[in-house]
């Protein structure tokens, strides 16, 4: 089995760098005492403390483990882009990946398809590998079309190489926990989902993202059909997440 990818999206938390630096020394400490490790981990922490997990990450053996990532990107590389971060200022700090065109950027900050594509664009001009959040807000009777609609705006202008460099989260907006009532997609839905994905993007890595957590992370990490998954709330609890990672370690 090929590697599995774990994303680590912490939203809009921890509110202090001592607890980010309490969740990063608690997944050092757990990865230390696994013998096997067949999956790779990003931590993509608020901008704020980039620097200093980017620090953690280059000076301690966690680094050896797991990248850096970062949850958005500015338009441009440089100018006038008030509280923007920018490409080059990521690269700067060894970020490698970076999290491009989320739900709730989608939905709370309305971010359209041409933004995220700007934005994807800004991405791979600077190297860092995209992390492309797409899915359907209501799984109604022509979600598949919205998908399809959405991957085409998204993905507008990029040669196919650039395109199967990026990768993939599909997360349908209901099943992220911060909707309410939200439900992870069963493995099944999810999959039926990917194949959409897979007919525009054959080659691609692709995730799955939305309500995973320890109950639920095998069910999804063991299937052949998924690279892997972005965890985003569960990322923050500790003991969860480490459990997660527990689950990823022995598949
Ligand atoms: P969740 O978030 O795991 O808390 O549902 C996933 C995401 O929004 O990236």
Same mark, same amino acid.
């Given at each position: 089995m090929s590697k599995?990818?774990?994303?680590?999206?912490?939203? +809009?938390?921890?509110?202090?760098?001592?607890?980010?630096?309490?969740?990063?020394?608690?997944?050092? $400490?757990?990865?230390?005492?696994? +013998?096997?490790?067949?999956?790779?981990?990003?931590?993509?922490?608020?901008?704020?403390?980039? !620097? !200093?997990?980017?620090k953690t990450l280059t000076t301690s053996r966690l680094g050896q483990s797991a990248f850096?990532?970062?949850?958005?990107?500015?338009?441009?590389?440089s100018g006038g882009f008030t509280g923007e971060i920018s490409g080059p200022m990521l690269a700067g700090l060894n970020v490698r990946y970076v999290i491009i065109g989320h739900s709730e950027r989608r939905w709370k900050m309305n971010e359209s398809n041409e933004i995220v594509n700007i934005k994807l664009k800004s991405a791979l001009r600077n190297t860092l590998t995209p992390i492309v959040c797409v899915g359907e807000r209501e799984r109604t009777a022509d979600f598949k079309d919205f998908l399809r609609n959405q991957i085409k705006e998204t993905f507008a202008g990029l040669s196919q190489e650039e395109k199967e460099a990026c990768i993939i989260a599909y997360e349908p907006?209901?099943?992220?926990?911060?909707?309410?009532?939200?439900?992870?997609?069963?493995p099944e839905g999810a999959h039926d989902s990917m194949m959409v994905i897979r007919e525009l993007l054959?080659?691609?890595?692709?995730?799955?993202? $939305?309500s995973i957590n320890a109950n639920n992370a095998h069910d999804f990490l063991s299937?052949?059909? +998924?690279?892997?998954?972005?965890?985003?709330?569960?990322?923050?609890?500790?003991?969860?997440?480490?459990?997660?990672?527990?689950i990823a370690a022995a598949l």
């Open positions: 599995k990818l774990l994303i680590a999206n912490w939203k +809009m938390n921890p509110d202090s760098l001592a607890q980010a630096n309490q969740i990063l020394e608690a997944i050092d $400490g757990h990865l230390e005492g696994m +013998m096997y490790r067949n999956f790779s981990l990003v931590i993509c922490p608020p901008f704020i403390f980039l !620097e !200093e997990v980017s850096l990532g970062a949850q958005d990107i500015a338009l441009e590389d907006v209901w099943a992220i926990s911060t909707t309410p009532g939200a439900q992870p997609d069963s054959p080659e691609a890595k692709i995730l799955y993202g $939305g299937r052949a059909d +998924m690279d892997g998954v972005l965890v985003g709330g569960a990322s923050v609890r500790t003991e969860e997440f480490l459990k997660i990672l527990t």
